[in-house]
């Protein structure tokens, strides 16, 4: 026993003796030491990086700018400008004026250049191509769902041992490395799902049916916007030149009140009436130049053109109005709704709804497939030696292992039990197909109150228009005969003075008549899907 005990200590007495390896001394810090290094951190660092707000709500914020005055995250440097109120700086990269589009000044442009002009520049036409760009790349990756699927994976690695020990003059030491790498190639391949890719490629396919509705809807809808905000700039020249036509009315009234008034047949307050008269009507001609420039600015808006362009724009005048353009209002409905984008989007819609449906019911099928697997991996070993007793040649051992192995399986998978997810997918896509269908019936409806309205609409601005030609030719004869007597002595101030203000009136209510009419035709034909071009 005491042998024993005596070997066990000379045994332990001899590896206390061993040189250690090279190691890594890592001594842990006492947690005061961490509690105190935690504390020395800022307090307020959160505060102190953040963007820094206005000092107080009466006092202007300060911002952080650069030399081209760009604002920047941070506190303004000591150098920076004084803040000038309530006012930002301003960015010299943000203060430049858009480009004009390719303009011809000696060109005069009607509806249909103008619609042109705008199709090329609109955001709203640039939104639904790429949103019907969108749906078509989505349909191609549905299809890609048919092909293989094909995976290639390569790994490599390296490692490298080296040991060395001495004891009672006694030298060990070992060098050992092994490297290998492998490579593989995976194919996975869906055979057969009950038509579950089917279904998904129909949805997808329907959904790029419906964005290229869409894009159609969106040049229809401009086609509209320009046509309108087109007539309502013609409306706002005609009333310019009514005014304009108005204001030479006044001036002969109040010349023929000056003529009396030398012949000492008139009165001064005639003079002054008809002076007045002339500086009303002045007035309503600058309103309606300022109102013109705001039309031609709003056109300008709607085709997305910088409202600082010039552009040359044609007259509306010369359309042909027949009460007649109203009548047939039941053909139109019934052909209209047929191609309407609104009631062909919505029914692209309900197939898709019906699409996915399908392809959820799908989900309770099994699904045949095939897999392959094709790998090759190689490694290197290398081991030498130093032994502890003798002198001779240092051992080393070297191995290097090849291998290449392919596997093909092919299985099936059945669903059996998933916590009524499948169920719950498929109430929801019964839903969507049920929503999809009531969304039908009210686009229907909707679209045959709009093509009802607008042909009410065209009707009775058609019927205004021919009313209020009468109008302004009864004014007409009106206002020149009471001027006409007035400058021959029969006739008062005051009713001529009162006819002029009518014919402005009968003029304004023609050009505004005959503009309406236009754009009541122009939604009419939006409602009936027909606005393709310049209507």
Same mark, same amino acid.
Not at 157 to 165: E, I, L, N, S
Not at 316 to 336: C, Q
Not at 472 to 497: E, I
């Given at each position: 026993?005491?042998? =024993?005990?005596?070997?066990?200590?000379? =045994?332990?007495?001899?590896?206390?003796? /061993?040189?250690? *390896?090279?190691? /890594?001394?890592?001594?842990?810090?006492?947690?005061?030491?961490?509690?105190?290094?935690?504390?020395?951190?800022?307090?307020? *660092?959160?505060?102190?990086?953040?963007?820094?707000?206005?000092?107080?709500?009466?006092?202007?914020? !300060?911002?952080?700018?650069?030399?081209?005055?760009?604002?920047?995250?941070?506190?303004?440097?000591?150098?920076?400008?004084?803040?000038?109120? +309530?006012?930002?700086?301003?960015?010299?990269?943000?203060?430049?004026?858009?480009?004009?589009?390719?303009?011809?000044?000696?060109?005069?442009?009607?509806?249909?250049?103008?619609?042109?002009?705008?199709?090329?520049?609109?955001?709203?036409?640039?939104?639904?191509?790429?949103?019907?760009?969108?749906?078509?790349?989505?349909?191609?990756?549905?299809?890609?769902?048919?092909?293989?699927?094909?995976?290639?994976?390569?790994?490599?690695? +390296?490692?490298?041992?080296?040991?060395?020990?001495?004891?009672?003059?006694?030298?060990?030491?070992?060098?050992?490395?092994?490297?290998?790498?492998?490579?593989?190639?995976?194919?996975?391949?869906?055979?057969?799902?009950?038509?579950? &890719?089917?279904?998904?490629?129909?949805?997808?396919?329907?959904?790029?049916?419906?964005?290229?509705?869409? +894009?159609?809807?969106?040049?229809?809808?401009?086609?509209?916007?320009?046509?309108?905000?087109?007539?309502?700039?013609?409306?706002?020249?005609?009333?310019?030149?009514?005014?304009?036509?108005?204001?030479?009315?006044?001036?002969?009234?109040?010349?023929?009140?000056?003529?009396?008034?030398?012949?000492?047949?008139?009165?001064?307050?005639?003079?002054?009436?008809?002076?007045?008269?002339?500086?009303?009507?002045?007035?309503?001609?600058?309103?309606?130049?300022?109102?013109?420039?705001?039309?031609?600015?709003?056109?300008?808006?709607?085709?997305?053109?910088?409202?600082?362009?010039?552009?040359?724009?044609?007259?509306?005048?010369?359309?042909?109005?027949?009460?007649?353009?109203?009548?047939?209002?039941? $053909?139109?409905?019934?052909?209209?709704?047929? &191609?309407?984008?609104?009631?062909?989007?919505?029914?692209?819609?309900?197939?898709?709804?019906?699409?996915?449906?399908?392809?959820?019911?799908?989900? +309770?099928?099994? $699904?045949?497939?095939?897999?392959?697997?094709?790998?090759? #991996?190689?490694?290197?070993?290398?081991?030498?030696?130093?032994?502890?007793?003798?002198?001779?040649?240092?051992?080393?051992?070297?191995?290097?292992?090849?291998?290449?192995?392919?596997?093909?399986?092919?299985?099936?998978?059945?669903?059996?039990?998933?916590?009524?997810?499948?169920?719950?997918?498929?109430?929801?896509? !019964?839903?969507?197909?049920?929503?999809?269908?009531?969304?039908?019936?009210?686009?229907?409806?909707?679209?045959?109150?709009?093509?009802?309205?607008?042909?009410?609409?065209?009707?009775?601005?058609?019927?205004?228009?021919?009313?209020?030609?009468?109008?302004?030719?009864?004014?007409?004869?009106?206002?020149?005969?009471?001027? #006409?007597?007035?400058?021959?002595?029969?006739?008062?101030?005051?009713?001529?003075?009162?006819?002029?203000?009518?014919?402005?009136?009968?003029?304004?209510?023609? =050009?505004?008549?005959?503009?309406?009419?236009?754009?009541?035709?122009?939604? /009419?034909?939006?409602?009936?899907?027909?606005?393709?071009?310049?209507?």
């Amino acid at each position: 026993m005491a042998a =024993s005990n005596a070997r066990a200590t000379s =045994s332990t007495d001899w590896r206390l003796h /061993l040189p250690r *390896a090279p190691e /890594l001394l890592f001594t842990p810090l006492p947690l005061a030491a961490l509690a105190a290094a935690a504390l020395a951190l800022p307090a307020s *660092a959160a505060g102190r990086h953040t963007q820094p707000a206005p000092d107080a709500p009466d006092r202007p914020w !300060r911002p952080n700018i650069t030399a081209n005055g760009e604002i920047v995250p941070g506190s303004p440097s000591p150098t920076s400008a004084a803040s000038t109120g +309530f006012v930002l700086p301003t960015n010299e990269a943000l203060a430049t004026l858009p480009a004009e589009p390719s303009i011809d000044r000696t060109r005069v442009y009607d509806l249909a250049d103008l619609i042109d002009l705008a199709e090329s520049r609109s955001p709203a036409t640039r939104v639904a191509w790429n949103a019907a760009r969108e749906t078509a790349l989505a349909a191609g990756i549905a299809r890609s769902s048919y092909l293989p699927r094909l995976t290639a994976t390569a790994l490599g690695g +390296f490692q490298a041992v080296h040991g060395r020990a001495s004891a009672l003059g006694l030298n060990a030491g070992s060098d050992n490395s092994v490297g290998g790498g492998v490579a593989a190639l995976s194919l996975q391949w869906l055979l057969f799902d009950f038509g579950q &890719r089917r279904a998904i490629v129909e949805g997808a396919d329907q959904a790029t049916i419906a964005a290229d509705i869409g +894009f159609t809807a969106a040049h229809q809808a401009l086609i509209h916007q320009v046509s309108l905000a087109f007539y309502a700039h013609a409306a706002a020249r005609s009333r310019t030149a009514s005014a304009t036509r108005s204001l030479a009315d006044a001036q002969a009234v109040q010349q023929a009140a000056e003529q009396r008034y030398q012949h000492g047949v008139g009165t001064v307050i005639e003079v002054a009436q008809a002076k007045q008269a002339t500086a009303q009507a002045r007035l309503a001609e600058v309103q309606a130049k300022g109102a013109t420039e705001d039309a031609y600015v709003d056109l300008l808006a709607v085709m997305g053109i910088p409202p600082l362009t010039k552009i040359a724009i044609a007259d509306a005048s010369g359309h042909r109005l027949s009460p007649a353009l109203g009548d047939d209002a039941e $053909k139109v409905i019934a052909s209209a709704l047929g &191609r309407r984008p609104d009631v062909l989007a919505a029914y692209a819609s309900l197939k898709a709804s019906l699409a996915g449906e399908r392809a959820a019911r799908a989900e +309770f099928l099994p $699904k045949f497939f095939v897999s392959a697997n094709g790998a090759y #991996a190689g490694g290197d070993l290398s081991l030498s030696g130093l032994p502890s007793i003798g002198s001779g040649d240092s051992p080393t051992l070297n191995l290097t292992n090849r291998r290449l192995g392919a596997t093909i399986v092919g299985g099936v998978t059945v669903p059996l039990y998933d916590g009524g997810r499948r169920k719950a997918a498929l109430e929801q896509a !019964r839903t969507r197909t049920d929503s999809a269908r009531a969304t039908l019936d009210r686009v229907r409806n909707d679209a045959i109150q709009q093509m009802v309205v607008a042909n009410n609409a065209l009707r009775t601005s058609l019927a205004a228009h021919e009313a209020a030609g009468e109008l302004q030719a009864a004014a007409q004869t009106t206002f020149d005969a009471a001027l #006409a007597a007035y400058r021959n002595g029969v006739g008062s101030s005051t009713d001529v003075m009162l006819a002029e203000r009518q014919l402005l009136e009968a003029r304004n209510a023609h =050009s505004d008549a005959y503009s309406t009419a236009l754009a009541a035709a122009a939604t /009419l034909a939006l409602a009936s899907g027909v606005l393709g071009g310049a209507p």
